[in-house]
């Protein structure tokens, strides 16, 4: 299941400084660069400003998009990083805010957006395979146990943790990783 | 322990395998296999990159629902970039607004932007000069090329003060392209500036119509600035 808005776009050189083009490409890409505005600024407030930002910086510089050099999504989220780290800095500055008993996001830029696209792309693998990596790995249960819990065989387990690892490398790429 | 035949049963043990979680015979066994598989060997570097990042996800948040933005950031980013563009637009109003002394002048401000937005002498053709001398009446015209057609910019000598002269390009078939008027009411040493939406390429000569008299300076095939004779029509 892997969302249409993840497929390349076949757009042209400055696609983004029409207001509609706008429109378009926030329909594709808000979700995910919000997503990952929360991960790492820990604000649901802060994180709408900054998609607002990146929006309003990406048609500024709109006639400056080429699609030749990588997909709108990777210049979005290469947009919005910037943001996040002018952001940082800004709260960085302003007095009192840390002190607000909040724990401050103090995850390096880089690891929060690690984080995000690895838990990204776990949402979107099937729930079987899911299912199988979050009780044998994250809580280090027993194949027979799980095998039991869920009525199938140990091996269909191990099978499935198999595909699953496979599943999320095809959603990591589409999301840019590489090796 | 199943008996393991095939490469495909062995490979659907990576996945564990990778997240260090086979042990005793199944693991020996699939390092023995592995050892003499190399496309089993190549499935396991695919995946050992992928079990690597799986510590930096929480799976408090992956299996809780994906945060979605609030259903009017949308429209509020749409105002935001509306608002700020109407400003820019008011901005350049003001700056060519400014010096603007009546209506030809403003007319003359966006013909100059439109100079701005559409030339920038991308074209790479270099600009024409014409000149030529007929009974006591000189024309000197330069042609520049432009994303709108050509721009001509001519002194006239020689007319009677107020004297309408109309200018027009003449294309491929000797179709006429206007490029509009002008008249000398005082001195005659003043450049004016025309366009016409003929592009230099295509033009052939340029037609200088002077009171009653007509002249055509025909555009030589190489750009140059020699002089090239006329031929003087009468109306």
């Excluded at chain 1, 429109?23 to 604000?43: I, N, P, Q, T």
């Excluded at chain 1, 709109?62 to 002018?86: C, H, M, Q």
């Excluded at chain 2, 008249?183 to 033009?203: I, K, N, P, Q």
Aim: net charge neutral; with cysteine; aromatic share 8%.
């Amino acid at each position: 299941m892997i969302p249409s808005t993840l497929k390349r776009g076949s757009s042209t050189r400055g696609a983004l400084s029409r207001e509609r083009d706008v429109r378009e490409a926030y329909a594709a890409h808000s979700g995910e660069l919000y997503g990952f505005a929360v991960r790492s600024l820990g604000d649901a407030g802060l994180a709408e400003e900054a998609v607002q930002e990146t929006f309003v910086r990406a048609w500024r510089a709109g006639e400056r998009y080429d699609p030749k050099i990588g997909s709108l999504r990777t210049w979005l989220f290469a947009i919005l990083r910037n943001v996040v780290i002018d952001l940082g800095r800004a709260r960085a500055v302003r007095p009192g805010v840390a002190e607000g008993g909040i724990e401050q996001s103090v995850e390096p830029l880089e690891e929060a957006l690690l984080s995000w696209q690895v838990e990204e792309a776990m949402r979107r693998i099937g729930e079987d395979h899911r299912r199988v990596i979050v009780e044998t790995y994250y809580k280090g249960r027993p194949y027979a146990e799980v095998a039991e819990e869920l009525g199938v065989p140990e091996g269909t387990i191990k099978s499935r943790v198999y595909y699953g690892l496979r599943a999320l490398r095809v959603v990591l790429e589409e999301m840019g990783y590489e090796d | 322990m199943k008996t393991r035949n095939n490469c495909r049963d062995w490979r659907e043990l990576l996945g564990a395998y990778a997240l260090g979680q086979l042990e005793g015979d199944e693991r020996t066994g699939l390092e023995a296999h592995l050892d003499g598989c190399a496309q089993c060997r190549e499935e396991l570097a695919l995946l050992q990159p992928v079990a690597a990042m799986l510590p930096h996800a929480d799976p408090e948040r992956f299996e809780a629902a994906a945060p979605q933005p609030p259903p009017e950031l949308g429209a509020r980013i749409g105002a935001t970039i509306a608002a700020e563009r109407q400003q820019v637009e008011k901005r350049r109003r003001r700056v060519f607004g400014g010096f603007a002394l009546g209506g030809a002048t403003a007319a003359l401000a966006a013909a100059v932007l439109a100079i701005f937005v559409l030339g920038g002498g991308s074209s790479g053709e270099p600009e024409r000069h014409v000149a030529f001398a007929s009974r006591g009446v000189s024309i000197d015209a330069t042609l520049e090329p432009h994303a709108y057609g050509t721009e001509i910019r001519m002194y006239v000598h020689g007319v009677a003060s107020g004297t309408l002269c109309r200018v027009s390009l003449r294309g491929p078939g000797g179709t006429s392209y206007p490029a509009g008027t002008f008249r000398y009411r005082w001195g005659e040493d003043s450049e004016a500036v025309l366009s016409s939406a003929l592009d230099l390429s295509r033009t052939r000569a340029v037609v200088v119509h002077a009171g009653k008299r007509t002249f055509v300076a025909p555009l030589g095939s190489a750009p140059a600035t020699a002089h090239i004779p006329t031929q003087e029509e009468s109306t």
